[in-house]
């Protein structure tokens, strides 16, 4: 059995490190709040856990109920420029002054692509949108059909048929590029 003195000392040691984390996060001094500071390390790994369980865990399993016709595509990524394309950009791999300004940034799709997600997770991630990101949820602005029509664009946005590639090709960034040194360099083509 364990000594009354040692049971003490751990809860006294629980309840210091308690109230220490409290202080901290009321003060500001453990959590940044501000959008241009990296999370720390246990902040990233707790959001990135958390984020993968869920989506495991909730998003659609099986196949896009849109079919993969040249018009559905067209249709997906006439919805992505009006909806994604000011943070995620367009072909060009540009980012916009939105893009350029969102901690965390916003992947630019066109290079860092969800081709290889399940499009059941891809439309997950534009239903619900991902807490403290940039990313809003979708799910009471787009009906179902048009997000999943936005994800079978995704899913196959690196080998669209002709009609839909020039489309792809032609989107216009709905905002303001950032100019050259704005861009991080690791965000830099």
């Known amino acids: ?27 500001g ?11 720390g390390k246990f902040e990233t790994w707790i959001a990135k856990r958390s984020l993968h369980a869920e989506i495991a865990r909730e998003a659609p399993k099986g196949d896009n109920p849109v079919p ?3 018009v559905n595509f067209v249709e997906g990524i006439k ?7 000011a943070c995620h950009g367009v072909a060009d791999g540009k980012p916009s002054t939105i893009a350029i300004g969102l901690y965390q940034h916003a ?10 997600d399940p499009d059941g ?21 787009l009906s179902e059909r048009q997000m999943w029509t936005i ?9 669209l048929p002709p009609v839909a590639e020039k489309a792809w090709k032609t989107l216009k960034n709905p905002v303001a590029l950032a100019p050259e040194s704005a861009i991080p360099r690791d965000a830099r083509k």
């Open 1 to 27: 059995m364990l000594g009354k003195g040692f049971v003490l000392g751990i809860v006294a040691t629980l309840a210091v490190a308690a109230l220490v984390g409290y202080v901290g996060i009321n003060q």
């Open 29 to 39: 001094l453990l959590i940044p709040a501000n959008a241009d500071a990296a999370p």
């Open 68 to 70: 993969a016709t040249e």
């Open 79 to 85: 919805l992505y420029g009006y909806h994604c394309a």
């Open 107 to 116: 992947p630019q799709l066109s290079a860092d692509g969800v081709e290889d």
């Open 121 to 141: 997770v891809t439309y997950w991630k534009i239903a619900h949108g991902i807490r403290l990101t940039g990313m809003p949820s979708y799910g009471k602005s």
């Open 151 to 159: 994800a079978l664009f995704l899913k196959h946005m690196d080998a």
